[in-house]
């Protein structure tokens, strides 16, 4: 039943009626009868008869014959839900979208020749999938390392699983790695190697994915490869059209509509094509004989889901690399410390460039912030954009190369502060920052919204406003300014462009949305590094150095092509970035955080509320051995948060605590709600 509560989080069995038999197949959605009230719910399996000793009541109406629940991604959603100490209803509503009924009268659409597409799953054999109730068998990647073989390095000669010779495939790109033509011959043989990939600055990270999809395609199986953002999306759709052909993938995301996401979802459950690209909307995306899951920029918080029970897009698909024994592969020019574990476990091998290779491709980096620098500038320890910064963009523009400029904060003045005293600028009725649209704007709280006209400091009186913090807009103003005649765009929230030209020009971008320059940017200057570095999440470091490679490789290679961090050199992520060895800071990262006991080494499930209601909730969870409680710590709106840490190994043991306590708070109709998260990206 579509009923997200915890206590009510399992199967239940209904009679058919006869009308309804030809209809009433597994994976179909219908209407019940639930404690006197019509509910939604899915059929998950037909059974001869029942051990139900009670009186049966009968389904009231087949919604749709429509069977867009598949076996595997109903045993896939179980897991999950097992794993984030949710309810299987909750996961099934970010599987299967918003059934649209005029879309499943149009006329199927053309699948390509059978001989270069994964059989589909005829509707009809879904009966005989496994039942919801059984999926929590999967091993959660990490826990228990399966060790992903070598591939062989041999020309591929070996029947794939479809009975024909494997193609001999064009490794284009991936032969700049070492293993990279051996990932491709992996899954091309049909196999199931799990990479995780570094990419070089300058790569086209699109192009390897889709080599990588062909490979698995040419071998007879489908692939799900997951994206961030809608420009990613983009640029991975105009790949795979070049490499698959056109309609040979179907595109997953909730921006797409009601409409244009069920139609592209019913393709995919359909066998209509064996290729679904997407944002974190297609991390469940049916696909037939999966042989390939694949995440790009797995750092990127947009991976992260909203809703409960807040999965993440790495941790399903490698789920469902699991359960499936198919490829995966994570990617990206950074590495986090989960994928830096799936490495050191030996779940999963890394696939690199050669060091020198590394160096042929970098462009050439500098910090301001080292002592040569400061001994030839020393006001580059407090300059915004310091000589060394000023000097690449002027050489690039003098090449007629564009420069690119990464700035944290968007808009003009996002945070301001008495010229007088430096007392930061507050709203007085709700005490939130106050900022400067523009030049000749007036104060405004970000909070709430109201304008603060007349500001006067609490402190001192003075009524004199001075910037805290620049945003991207006031810094496009003043690089007008200080290079007259040079086009200036911006590309952040309110417009992020996809691409600009090779010409001269500066653009001022915010970390996610730089735009591609043709040929590469002549200088990338990375200012306000401070604004990333000092944030107080745990994560911080490996964020920064996640928007500063992917800044960084749009520039061209050494060297004409510069970047320059306006940072302390000696930083460990400056260095990271310095050398483009994520690698190294994603396995100092991991083992600092295995000494203080963080995740990804440890497992972590956050309980937020009330205070009455998370001590409540507590009270009422048999914790397992070897957990420790720790908070709490303030929470927004008042609220509070605890926060409980057991070792990996005990994971399970905990989510399903926590699921059985948020039952009984549930049954007994508890008035004060408690949100629990495992392994919440911000722990306080």
């Known amino acids: 039943m579509d009923v997200p509560l915890a206590h009510l989080d399992r199967p239940f069995d209904y009679l058919v009626p006869a009308e309804l038999d030809a209809v009433a197949v597994p994976g179909t959605r219908v209407k019940v009868r639930f404690a006197g009230q019509l509910v939604d719910g899915w059929l998950l399996e037909r059974a001869d008869d029942s051990g139900h000793t009670g009186r049966l009541a009968y389904l009231e109406k087949v919604v749709s014959p429509e069977p867009v629940l598949a076996p595997e991604i109903a045993r896939l959603a179980r897991v999950v839900a097992d794993r984030y100490a949710g309810s299987l209803a909750d996961v099934l509503r970010l599987a299967v979208p918003p059934r649209h009924a005029r879309v499943e009268k149009e006329p199927r659409g053309v699948p390509g020749p059978a001989a270069d597409r994964p059989e589909a799953v005829p509707p009809g054999d ?222 999963a091998r890394e696939v690199v460039a050669d060091r020198a290779t590394v160096r042929a491709r970098t462009p050439a980096i500098a910090p301001t912030g080292d002592d040569p ?183 061209r290679p050494a060297p004409t092509g510069k970047v320059v961090v306006v940072a302390d050199g000696a930083l460990a992520p400056v260095q990271a970035l310095l050398r483009w060895d994520a690698a190294w800071f994603a396995a100092r990262e991991l083992a600092e955080r295995r000494e203080l006991g963080f995740p990804p080494a440890v497992r972590m499930a956050s309980v937020t509320g009330v205070a009455e209601a998370v001590a409540d909730l507590l009270a009422a969870t048999r914790l397992p051995d070897g957990a420790e409680v720790l908070g709490p710590v303030p929470a927004e709106e008042g609220r509070e948060r605890m926060l409980v840490r057991v070792p990996r190994a005990r994971a399970a043991a905990l989510a399903e605590a926590l699921h059985s306590a948020a039952g009984a708070r549930a049954a007994r109709k508890a008035a004060d709600p408690v949100r629990l998260q495992v392994d919440p990206l911000t722990l306080f």
């Open 373 to 555: 620098q400061l001994a030839r500038d020393p006001g580059a320890a407090t300059a915004r954009l310091p000589s060394l910064a000023w000097t690449a963009a002027r050489d690039a523009v003098r090449a007629d190369l564009p420069v690119l400029v990464q700035v944290p904060r968007r808009g003009y003045l996002p945070s301001i502060s008495c010229a007088d005293c430096r007392t930061p600028a507050r709203c007085p009725h709700c005490a939130g920052p106050l900022a400067l649209p523009s030049a000749g704007g007036t104060p405004a709280c970000r909070w709430c919204g109201r304008v603060a006209a007349a500001y006067a400091c609490p402190e001192c009186g003075g009524r004199r406003l001075r910037a805290a913090v620049t945003g991207a807009r006031r810094t496009a103003e003043e690089l007008g300014r200080a290079f007259p005649g040079v086009p200036v765009r911006t590309s952040g929230r309110e417009e992020v462009l996809t691409g600009v030209p090779g010409g001269a020009a500066l653009v001022v971008a915010t970390p996610g949305a730089e735009p591609v320059a043709e040929g590469g940017y002549g200088a990338v200057l990375l200012l306000d590094s401070w604004a990333l570095l000092t944030r107080a999440d745990l994560r911080a470091g490996e964020e920064a150095l996640r928007r500063w490679l992917a800044a960084a490789a749009l520039a």
């Open 126 to 347: 879904a009966a005989t999938g496994t039942p919801v109730g059984d999926a929590a068998t999967g091993t959660p990647p990490g826990d228990a390392p399966t060790i992903a073989g070598d591939a062989p390095t041999a020309p591929t000669a070996a029947t794939g699983p479809s009975g024909r010779a494997a193609p001999v495939l064009d490794p284009r790109g991936w032969r700049d790695y070492p293993t990279g033509p051996a990932l491709l011959r992996a899954l091309a043989d049909g196999r199931a190697p799990r990479a995780v990939w570094s990419a070089l600055p300058g790569e086209d990270w699109a192009a390897r994915y889709a080599d990588a999809v062909a490979a698995t395609v040419a071998g007879g199986r489908g692939a799900v490869v997951v994206v961030a953002d809608a420009r990613d999306l983009d640029r991975l759709d105009a790949a795979l059209t070049d490499t698959l052909g056109p309609g040979r993938h179907a595109s997953l995301s909730a921006a797409l509509g009601p409409a244009r996401r069920y139609r592209a979802f019913l393709a995919a459950r359909r066998g209509e094509v064996p290729v679904v690209i997407g944002t974190r909307a297609a991390m469940f995306a049916p696909v037939a004989r999966l042989g390939l899951v694949a995440i790009f920029d797995d750092g990127d918080d947009l991976h992260a889901e909203p809703r409960a029970p807040y999965p993440h897009a790495r941790e399903v698909l490698l789920t469902r690399a699991q359960l499936a024994d198919a490829g995966a592969l994570v990617g990206g020019y950074a590495r986090t410390a989960e994928a830096q574990l799936l490495v050191e476990t030996g779940w």
